[in-house]
């Protein structure tokens, strides 16, 4: 079957713009979680959505990042007057619930702000 | 917060050869724990899981890990890598999401 898709796969953008990255997860996962890749820091946690219950947003670093999640299934991210630090790659991954199941990765979105 | 350390950043070996990675977790509780691989160009994928039962654990590919409460450890082992196992290694703590070590970049010289 399908897996976790992302879109678009690039992203070029001017500091100070907004930008929105979206995520399709495996159909019938009800955990969707973000992450992000950059060279200085590794892979780490953004946001996650579990079924109907409020995300855990802990890991967005700035108020200029929010994600949504519509009908329990796509997820958009969003990142506000990007900066150039916000270059990295952005990568969703879906679970069928939460807590041991597996992470299935989608092949990201690479974000460069210029 | 818990955390995840890999020691080996770069690991460079020839075919046949035998594979360990490190890795060490900080939590003191009930673990859940990954590696994930990432080879050339392509998503990050599933080797194998620990949750509880027998510390020895195998995976995909002929790839197995260890986990040694002692030692907070979960190394990754595999006997005799191959050319195809060049690829970037991730060691992962589950609690609400994973949490990450930094990576072992792995080359196979054929």
Redesign the interface.
């Known amino acids: 079957g399908a ?2 898709s992302q879109s678009p796969s690039n992203k070029v953008t001017e500091k100070g713009k907004d930008v929105e990255l979206r995520c399709d997860p495996i159909s019938g996962h009800t955990a969707l ?1 973000w ?1 992000r890749q950059s060279l200085g820091q ?4 953004l946001i ?1 959505f579990q079924g109907n219950s409020a995300p ?1 947003k ?2 967005l670093p700035s108020d200029r990042f929010s994600a949504e999640r519509t009908g329990g299934s796509v997820s958009t991210l969003t990142i506000q007057r990007t900066q150039q630090e916000d270059s990295a790659v952005y ?1 969703c ?1 879906s679970s069928l619930l ?3 199941e ?2 299935y ?4 979105t690479r974000l460069l702000v210029l | 917060a818990q955390s995840v350390s890999q020691h080996n950043h770069h690991v460079i070996l020839s075919e046949a050869a035998s594979l360990e990675l490190g890795c060490n977790y900080s939590y003191g509780g009930t673990v ?1 724990l990954f590696w ?1 691989v990432q080879y050339p160009g392509q ?4 080797l194998l ?1 620990y ?1 509880s039962g027998d510390p020895l654990v195998k995976g995909i590919k002929g790839f197995e890990a260890e986990f040694i409460k002692s030692k907070f450890s979960f190394n990754l082992r595999k006997p005799s890598v191959q050319w195809s196992d060049t690829a970037e290694y ?1 060691c ?1 703590f ?1 609690e ?8 072992t970049r792995l080359q196979v010289q054929p």
């Open positions: 897996g976790v979680y992450y590794g892979l780490e946690f996650y855990d802990s890991g990568l991954a939460a807590s041991r597996t992470q990765f989608g092949p990201g | 859940n994930y998503h990050l994928q599933l899981k949750f991730f992962a589950l609400r999401a994973l949490t990450f070590g930094s990576g």
